[in-house]
C-alpha cells in the first residue's frame, strides 16, 4: 500500500508541495499502531493466563502469575519476553525518534526567523535550540518498556536424613517407643518416618553419586531438590539402636546446605567453596546427631572458686568462651563431645565422668553435678557454637556413600506486572496520538530533516543575512555571534525574495565583514560539541564505576576471573541488594530496576547523536572531492534518497542491533528479584521470602565490554581527518547557509549534481558591460578580483587555496 495514498486525507493536495515529510510520519505511526496492537493481544492473553488460571496469587493486581512450575521453563520465557520486548522497544524507538525529528527539524521559515533574529538551529540532527524554537502545540507533542514480565524463583526446605548402607526393607529410622524423635524426623521432612520408610523402597527415591548428590544441594535457592537420604559406609553408632541420624546444621541453620560441610574446616561457606571442598570425592564426610537428647543441666567450678551452672546451649558456649585455663577448656570440650556423640543416660556419663583417664583435671571433674531432664529432641545442641573448637571424634565423621534424592515439586514463576503493563500501553497509545497529531501538522512546509534538505532550500533561496561570509564555521558561528547579528541594513527576508531581486544597495560592503582563508583540516570528532563528548564518556565512566563499586566494593571480589565464576544471570544472596533503609515496594523497586536502562538509553541516544553528526559532517565534507547529487528526504530530478534517521544503513542497523543486546545484557545484569521461600509442608514462609534488586557481575562486566567497544570505535572515528580544507559547518544552520550562496546564473543547482568549491567570478560571455555586472552582482556583494568565493554549486568549480582571500 502506498503511503501518498494513506496520507492523501491528511494533506491538502493543492499544497502538497513542501509535505512530504509527513508521509514517513503517517509510515512511523502505523507501526506505532501495530506496536499498539500487538502489546494489546500480549496484555490481554497475560490477564486471561493470569486470572482465568488454577496459579494461586491472581489476588494480586500489582503481580499476576501466568505460569507456575519448572524453573528453567520460566527462565527461558522470561528471557524470550525480554528479547522481544527490547525488539519492540527498538523499533517503537527509532519509529518515534523519526517522528521526533520532524517535529523538531526546523523549517525554512524557522530559519529565516532565527537568521534574521541573530539564532540558529539544528539541521539534521537534535538540539535545544530547535525546541526553542517550536510552537506550544510542537512542545507539547514533543514532550511526550523492561518489568512487565519477570521471574520469581522458588525455594525449597528440605530435611537430610543419615542411613548407614547396610539399611534393608526390614530397619526402623527410629526406635518405636521414642515419641519424641518420631516428632523431630517429622517435623525435619515433612513427613513420619513411615512414610519416609515406604519411599527408600519404593521408587521415590532416586540413587545419585556423591558429585551429583553435592552439585544438586549445594546450593543457596534449592528449586528442585526434595529430603535426601545420606548413605554412609559407617557402622556405629547405628547399632545402639534406630537406624538414622540427623545431619547437624548447627553452624548456620538458616542456610540450607550447612549440613554438608564441617564448619572448623570450612569457615567461609557458600556454595562455591562447598563445592571446591565437596567434589564428590571420598573425602566428603558429615557431621550427624541424634534425633533426642534429654536435657542436661551441670554444676561444676568456674576457675575462681564459685561454681557456675551451664547446659549444652548458649550457657555452655558462654562458659567456654570466658574460660582462661587450659585444662578446663579442654575438659569442657571432652564433656561436649561425648554427650553428642553418644547420647548418654545418666549411668553411662557417670561411668565417664568417674575415669580419670578422660580428664585433664581430674579434681575440677569430681566436684561437676549433672543432673538428667526431659526429652528435648535435637534441638539441646543446635545453638551451640564450636568453629574455634578442635575437631571431634574422627569416628563420628561419617563419609559419604552416596545419596536417595526425592524430586520437589518446582514452582517457579512468571509474573505479569499489571500496573507496569498499564503504564506501557497508556505511554503507547500517548505516543500514538502525538504521532498522529504530528503528521497533521499540514501547516508546516518545507520542513529540513537533514542537510541536503537545508542545502537544497538554500540553492534555491538563499539566505541574505550570509552573504559574502562563504567560509564560515560552526565554530567562527558560536565565538562570533555578534559580527553577523549586528550587520547594517540586514533585515528579516521575504519568504519569496529571487536572488535576482536581492537588493544591491542594502548590502553592506566587504570591510563590514573580516575577509577569510580556508581552514586547516580538523577531525570527525570536532563535528560535535565538547560538552557532548564529556557526556558520552562521563555516561560510561558512571557504568563503569557503578559496576567497579557493586564488584570489588561490595563483594570483595578481587578479580574479573572471580567475577566471571560467579555465573551470569544467576541469583545468590550475596548479589542482592538489602538492607533496612532497602525499598520493598514492588513498584519501587521495578523502578530502581529500570534506572541502568535509562542511563544506557542516554548513552545511546549520546552515541547516536555523535555518530549522527559527524556523518553529517563527513558528507557534506564530501562535496569538496566529489560532485554528486544533494541527498534530500523526499528527492526530485537527479536527487538521493536521505539516509533513515541521518545515518547510513549499515550505521543505523548496527546501532539498533547493539541497543537491543546491551539492553537485553543490561535486564540480566541488574534485575528484579522475587524470592518464595516454601516450608516441609509447601506453605509459603513469608519471613524467608524476598523481593528486592539483584545484579550478575559477569553480566555487567560484558555489557561493560561491549559499551566499551562502541565507545572505542565512536573514538577512532573522530580521530579521522576530514577531506580537504573546507569549512566545518556540522549541523549549524547558519554556517550551512553561508555556503549556498551560488552564482546567478546557476539556475536549479539543487535539483542538479553539484560541488563545493571556488566558483568563477565572471560568466563566460563576449559582453563587458554584462561581465561587469556579474562582478558587481555576485552575491550581492561589490567584489573585485582581489576577493574569491565559495559555494555550493552546479558549475564547474575549483579546488580553493589557502592563499586567497575569500568573501
Avoid at 499498539?36 to 490477564?47: D, E, G, H, K, S
Wanted: include cysteine; charge should be neutral; aromatic fraction near 12%.
Amino acid at each position: 500500500m502506498r503511503l501518498a495514498f494513506l496520507a492523501s486525507p491528511l494533506i491538502n493536495r493543492k499544497n502538497a508541495h513542501g509535505q512530504e515529510w509527513i508521509y514517513g510520519a503517517l509510515f512511523c505511526t502505523i507501526e506505532a499502531a501495530s506496536i499498539l496492537v500487538l502489546n494489546l493481544i500480549l496484555f490481554l492473553v497475560a490477564v486471561h493466563e493470569g486470572y482465568n488460571g488454577s496459579i494461586p496469587g491472581k489476588d494480586n493486581i500489582v503481580s499476576i502469575p501466568i505460569y507456575e512450575g519448572k524453573c528453567t521453563v520460566a527462565n527461558r520465557w522470561s528471557t524470550g519476553l525480554h528479547v522481544i520486548i527490547n525488539i519492540l522497544s527498538t523499533w517503537l524507538l527509532a519509529a518515534s525518534n523519526y517522528v521526533m525529528q520532524c517535529l523538531n527539524a526546523p523549517s525554512r521559515a524557522d530559519l529565516d526567523r532565527a537568521h534574521a533574529q541573530g539564532r540558529w538551529l539544528y539541521v539534521g540532527t537534535w538540539g535545544f535550540k530547535n525546541f526553542q524554537a517550536m510552537d506550544w502545540k510542537r512542545k507539547t507533542l514533543w514532550a511526550f518498556y523492561n518489568s512487565v514480565v519477570f521471574p520469581s524463583i522458588s525455594t525449597q526446605q528440605y530435611g537430610p536424613v543419615l542411613i548407614p548402607h547396610t539399611f534393608a526393607q526390614t530397619d526402623s529410622l527410629l526406635r518405636d517407643n521414642d515419641s519424641e524423635a518420631h516428632r523431630e524426623l517429622a517435623d525435619w521432612v515433612g513427613y513420619n518416618a513411615t512414610e519416609l520408610h515406604a519411599e527408600i523402597f519404593n521408587g521415590t527415591m532416586k540413587k545419585m553419586s556423591r558429585r551429583d548428590c553435592a552439585k544438586r544441594y549445594s546450593k543457596e535457592y534449592n528449586t528442585d531438590g526434595g529430603t535426601v537420604m545420606v548413605v554412609t559406609n559407617a557402622t556405629r553408632p547405628f547399632d545402639v539402636g534406630g537406624k538414622s541420624l540427623v545431619p547437624s546444621t548447627r553452624s548456620l541453620p538458616d542456610v540450607l546446605y550447612s549440613w554438608m560441610y564441617q564448619a572448623h574446616i570450612l569457615k567461609e561457606p557458600t556454595a562455591a567453596n562447598l563445592l571446591h571442598y565437596v567434589p564428590g570425592g571420598p573425602d566428603w564426610s558429615v557431621l550427624a546427631t541424634w534425633w533426642n537428647y534429654p536435657r542436661w543441666n551441670f554444676t561444676a567450678p568456674a576457675g575462681n572458686g564459685s561454681l557456675r551452672q551451664f547446659d549444652l546451649g548458649p550457657t555452655f558456649t558462654g562458659f567456654y568462651s570466658s574460660s582462661t585455663d587450659p585444662d578446663l577448656r579442654s575438659d569442657l570440650q571432652k564433656l561436649y563431645w561425648f554427650i553428642a556423640e553418644q547420647n548418654p543416660d545418666a549411668n553411662r556419663l557417670s561411668q565417664f565422668l568417674s575415669a580419670p583417664e578422660n580428664w585433664s583435671n581430674n579434681t575440677w571433674v569430681r566436684q561437676v553435678r549433672a543432673q538428667m531432664g526431659n526429652s528435648t529432641g535435637r534441638r539441646m545442641l543446635d545453638t551451640v557454637y564450636y568453629f574455634d573448637m578442635p575437631q571431634p571424634n574422627p569416628d563420628w565423621n561419617f563419609p559419604v556413600s552416596h545419596c536417595l534424592s526425592k524430586d520437589a515439586k518446582q514452582r517457579c514463576q512468571l509474573l505479569f506486572s499489571l500496573p507496569i503493563a498499564i503504564i506501557v500501553l497508556a505511554c503507547n497509545c500517548i505516543k500514538l496520538i502525538c504521532m498522529f497529531l504530528a503528521a497533521k501538522s499540514v501547516n508546516r512546509r518545507e520542513v529540513l530533516l537533514t542537510v541536503g534538505d537545508a542545502v537544497a532550500s538554500f540553492l534555491t533561496r538563499p539566505d541574505p543575512t550570509t552573504r559574502g561570509r562563504c567560509l564560515l564555521s560552526h565554530a567562527d558561528v558560536r565565538q562570533e555571534t555578534e559580527i553577523w547579528t549586528t550587520t547594517p541594513g540586514i533585515g528579516p527576508p521575504h519568504a519569496e525574495i529571487a536572488l535576482e531581486d536581492l537588493s544591491l544597495t542594502a548590502s553592506p560592503s566587504l570591510t563590514t565583514y573580516p575577509t577569510r582563508v580556508l581552514p586547516s583540516r580538523l577531525r570527525w570528532f570536532r563535528a560535535s560539541s565538547s560538552l557532548y563528548w564529556a557526556c558520552f564518556a562521563g555516561c560510561i565512566a558512571t557504568g563503569a564505576g557503578l559496576y567497579h563499586f557493586g564488584a570489588w566494593v561490595n563483594n570483595g571480589i578481587d578479580s574479573v576471573a572471580e567475577a566471571w565464576e560467579r555465573g551470569f544471570g544467576k541469583v545468590s544472596p550475596d548479589t542482592l541488594v538489602t538492607g533496612p533503609d532497602w525499598p520493598d515496594s514492588l513498584l519501587q523497586i521495578i523502578l530502581l530496576v529500570n534506572l541502568p536502562q535509562i542511563l544506557l538509553s542516554l548513552i545511546y541516544f549520546i552515541a547516536n547523536g555523535l555518530l549522527t553528526r559527524m556523518f553529517l559532517a563527513v558528507e557534506y565534507n564530501d562535496y569538496s572531492v566529489t560532485r554528486k547529487p544533494l541527498r534530500v528526504s523526499w528527492p526530485i530530478g537527479q536527487q538521493r534518497r536521505a539516509y533513515y534517521l541521518s545515518l547510513p544503513l549499515r550505521y543505523g542497523l548496527s546501532m539498533m542491533v547493539m541497543s537491543i543486546a546491551l539492553h537485553w545484557l543490561l535486564s540480566q545484569s541488574w534485575f528484579l528479584v522475587k524470592i518464595r521461600t516454601f516450608g516441609l509442608y509447601g506453605e509459603i514462609l513469608d519471613f524467608s521470602s524476598v523481593t528486592t534488586c539483584g545484579y550478575s557481575l559477569a553480566a555487567m562486566f560484558l555489557t561493560l565490554i561491549i559499551g566499551g567497544l562502541a565507545m572505542v570505535l565512536v573514538l577512532a572515528l573522530g580521530m579521522r581527518k576530514f577531506q580537504p580544507h573546507m569549512p566545518l559547518a556540522s549541523y549549524c544552520s547558519i554556517a550551512i547557509s553561508a555556503a549556498c550562496h551560488p552564482p546567478s546564473w546557476d539556475v536549479d543547482a539543487a535539483l542538479k549534481p553539484v560541488m563545493w568549491g571556488e566558483v568563477k567570478m565572471r560568466r563566460n560571455t563576449t559582453s563587458t558591460s554584462t561581465a561587469e555586472e556579474d562582478t558587481q552582482r555576485h552575491d550581492g556583494y561589490h567584489a573585485g578580483p582581489e576577493h574569491a568565493h565559495c559555494t555550493f554549486s552546479s558549475l564547474d568549480v575549483t579546488t580553493p587555496n589557502t592563499t586567497s582571500l575569500y568573501c
